[in-house]
């Protein structure tokens, strides 16, 4: 069965603080994503990567950078996380050359203070 | 990317109804559609794919207007486990980034 996780579900840090988020695939796929939901927004695209070390910019990519080491391993970096950056974050994947579907892990719902 | 459509709901109906959903898009060059399903709290689930001659799973049936830039989905007997909001996503050809809309909501009630 498919399957993506992701680190945590649940974060809490402080205004100020570096965050990482990892998420891992074990489907093989080229391509993974992050995204950010928020109520009334829908889900928005921060930063996708389309093969180890490559990544590009989503729409909202300011205050987040990735870090694609391992094909199967996605990380987002918050580098000094800010009180607009609470939300749920959500990783997702697909292969390449098949059907765009994408899968999604459970998200990390953060919360900065 | 362009965007895609969807009136956010929320649709309440009750038990046993038929409920559809549309969502339009501006990107004529679009060849991939789908129809996610997220429920409160849990990540979006693929629903089912969107093929040109439309398609049907069980109580629940996807179509593609091409010319008129829009997708459906049909929801027939509605159960109370139908309650989610349902995204519309499109991606275009060559490229595996899709684009979301921000969702339907469904709420079906006793």
């Known amino acids: 069965d498919v399957k993506v996780t992701q680190s945590s579900r649940y974060l809490v840090k402080r205004t100020g603080e570096k965050v990482f988020l990892e998420c891992v695939q074990d489907m093989d796929h080229e391509n993974m994503f992050w995204y950010r939901q928020d109520p009334g927004l829908g889900l928005r695209l921060i930063y996708f990567?389309?093969?180890?070390?490559?990544?590009e910019k989503g729409d909202i990519p300011e205050g987040y950078s990735v870090s694609r080491e391992k094909k199967e391993r996605f990380s987002l970096i918050l580098e000094s996380a800010s009180t607009n950056q609470t939300s749920m974050y959500l990783c997702?994947?697909?292969?390449?050359?098949?059907?765009?579907?994408?899968?999604f892990g459970p998200g990390t719902r953060l919360t900065v203070t | 990317r362009k965007e895609v459509e969807q009136d956010p709901g929320p649709f309440n109906v009750p038990e046993g109804a038929t409920v559809a959903f549309n969502c339009t898009y501006s990107?004529?060059?679009?060849?991939?559609f789908f129809w996610y399903r997220q429920d409160c709290r849990k990540e979006p689930k693929l629903l089912m794919s969107?093929?040109?001659s439309g398609n049907e799973d069980g109580r629940f049936t996807a179509q593609l207007n091409r010319a008129s830039q829009y997708i459906s989905l049909l929801i027939r007997d509605s159960k109370l486990s139908d309650s989610a909001t349902y995204l519309c996503?499109?991606?275009?050809?060559?490229?595996?980034?899709?684009?979301f809309g921000r969702g339907t909501s469904l709420i079906v009630h006793p």
């Open positions: 990567s389309y093969d180890v070390k490559m990544k």
């Open positions: 996503v499109v991606s275009s050809g060559g490229s595996y980034i899709p684009t």
């Open positions: 969107v093929y040109s």
């Open positions: 997702a994947s697909i292969g390449a050359g098949g059907t765009y579907e994408q899968y």
């Open positions: 990107n004529s060059a679009s060849q991939s």
